[in-house]
T-cell receptor, first 113, second 113 residues
Framework: GAVVSQHPSRVICKSGTSVKIECRSL??????MFWYRQFPKQSLMLMATSNEGSKATYEQGVEKDKFLINHASLTLSTLTVTSAHPEDSSFYIC?????????FGPGTRLLVL | AQSVTQPDIHITVSEGASLELRCNYS??????LFWYVQSPGQGLQLLLKYFSGDTLVQGIKGFEAEFKRSQSSFNLRKPSVHWSDAAEYFC???????????FGDGTTLTVKP
């Protein structure tokens, strides 16, 4: 139980375009999901907390207009990287909260050319 | 504010040897504590967690961890390491109110044949 999926697993896009990443909880409902960014050989950096039916809460220094988060249902949260630039290239990981425990998706590797 | 310290950046053990990964935390109340494992290019997998009760917690893949309040520690142990255990290990402390977790910087485990 407590399986979380992410789609796509890998995406390459051109600079200036937008990319949407989906995070789904497959066998439970998640009122709260989290979005992280991870740089090579580093820990996870929390970007934002996504709450179903309300606005996301962004961590300090994260541009909310650049990283749009939508949590329209209890099983789906999306992260849209708008007007992506090469510096946005990274590994993005989501997690879904189930009974005070975060369960993670497999991650999305984004490469912006 | 809560914090997590994993003092060992990199540990190398021989296959079949015992393993202990250290984790120290700072939190104002009784914490929620977690250990996760991450293989390269993958998301994080929950190994075990502690919320309350028995301070020795059993997890998946033969791992266990012991919560020691007096030492503010939650060290991860395994009696006999397998080559497949080579990965990055993250300790995390959870905010019991918001569900957010703070992660340590991780410990890279290398297993020698």
């Amino acid at each position: 139980g407590a399986v979380v999926s992410q789609h796509p697993s890998r995406v390459i896009c051109k600079s200036g375009t937008s990319v949407k990443i989906e995070c789904r909880s497959l066998d439970f409902q998640a009122t709260t999901m989290f979005w992280y960014r991870q740089f090579p050989k580093q820990s996870l950096m929390l970007m934002a907390t996504s709450n179903e039916g309300s606005k996301a809460t962004y961590e300090q220094g994260v541009e909310k207009d650049k990283f749009l988060i939508n949590h329209a249902s209890l099983t789906l949260s999306t992260l849209t990287v708008t007007s992506a630039h090469p510096e946005d290239s990274s590994f993005y990981i989501c997690s879904a909260l189930n009974r005070e425990t975060q369960y993670f998706g497999p991650g999305t590797r984004l490469l912006v050319l | 504010a809560q914090s997590v310290t994993q003092p060992d950046i990199h540990i190398t053990v021989s296959e079949g040897a015992s393993l202990e990964l250290r984790c120290n935390y700072s939190y104002g109340a009784t914490p929620y504590l977690f250990w996760y494992v991450q293989s390269p290019g993958q998301g994080l997998q929950l190994l075990l967690k502690y919320f309350s009760g028995d301070t020795l917690v059993q997890g998946i893949k033969g791992f266990e961890a012991e919560f020691k309040r007096s030492q503010s520690s939650f060290n991860l142990r395994k009696p006999s390491v397998h080559w497949s255990d080579a990965a990055e290990y993250f300790c995390a402390v959870g905010d019991t109110n918001a569900g957010k977790s703070t992660f340590g910087d991780g410990t890279t485990l290398t297993v020698k044949p």
